[in-house]
């Protein structure tokens, strides 16, 4: 942990942050692990009610703090203002006429309700690039429906293939269509700061602002590969497979006598090795399974024999059997897995860090790994409005809360 000074390729980039729990904050804390500084605008504790973001006290706490919100939050800063007071509404004004970038989540018409659209906002400030996340976009039919990760994942085809055939569709575990939507919008602002530098002028000496318009359900859609072509070319509804990977093969995870082992041998050559690895040379050799066409007819039949094979070790021979033969294969890995994995580590990819009340946490790293410009944990999340008066006092302004 370092003093807060300037590093990363976004250092001088100004950012209020707006919303609360994981898509919009995810991309805020995206942008300030690479040296944005990201101001986080949160609600104060009033009558009786802790104020702040819920996801300081989501799932497992220490001293009544969200151990995730050391993740979310970190290298950022926290101004307690009520935006549903029309003074504070003033003083964020005041910090977006500086701010180069705006990352909102709330549902679409909020901003407009309380005069910080971005129409209005660059007024003030021609070269504001807000990014506003939502369930379902600013705009359409639905753009007013409450909208959720779990939500989005389901309408955006993803729901209906993490199940195993004919049963219950299942969640992944995260807030996948959350995530998917921040880093979306990371990309989304990224490419307009691209943008407004091309568009410097006399008449804009910031160049043009724009919006980034994020739907949670759209995220989620635009990571579905094939599964609309395959239905527009042939009417094919791309069904669960559980653990498998349909119409590639061999790809599925297999039982070994303590535990479980992902295999991926679906390349031509790989799954000659695999199957000379496993003493099914005789599934190698066929000329009917020599292509992934072949193999796809076949699958449960090659699946059996991994299978057969697999229940029979150990993950750790089963692992150590087929990295000797270049077949891609894996444990599926807990927490415990990652905390004690070596290349993790070597990595950066676990960084431990020491909160203010003396709680030592690992945490992850800072990706993508950038070889000039490295990303890193410069802050601690913040304290609610931990940064108020600092920030504020800064720039002459004075809490109204």
Partial sequence: MTTSTPFGPLAGLKVVELGQLIAGPFAGKTLADFGAEVIKIEPPAKAGKPGGDPLREWRLLHNGTSVWWQVQSRNKRSVALDLKEPASRDIVRQLIAEADVVVENFKPGVMEAWGLSHEELSKTNPGLIMCRISGYGQTGPYRELPGFAAVAEAMGGLRHLTAEPGRIPVRCGVSLGDTLAALHGVIGIL?????????????????????VDVALYESVFNCMESLLPEYSAFGAVREP??????????????????GWVLVAGNGDSIYQRLMHAIGRDDLGRDPGLATNAGRVKRVHEIDSAIGEWAKTRSVAEALVTLQAAQVPVGRVYTAKDIAEDPHYRARGMIESITTADGLVLEVPGVVPKLSLTPGRIDRLAPTLGQDTDAVLSARGLKSRE
Avoid at 192 to 206: E, F, N, Y
Avoid at 241 to 258: H, K, W
């Fill in 241 to 258: 497979a559980g653990s498998a990977l349909p119409g590639i093969a061999p790809s599925n995870t297999y039982a070994c006598s303590d």
């Fill in 191 to 211: 490419m307009a700061l691209q943008h407004r530098h091309a568009t410097v002028s006399p008449q804009a000496p910031k160049g043009l602002g724009q919006v």
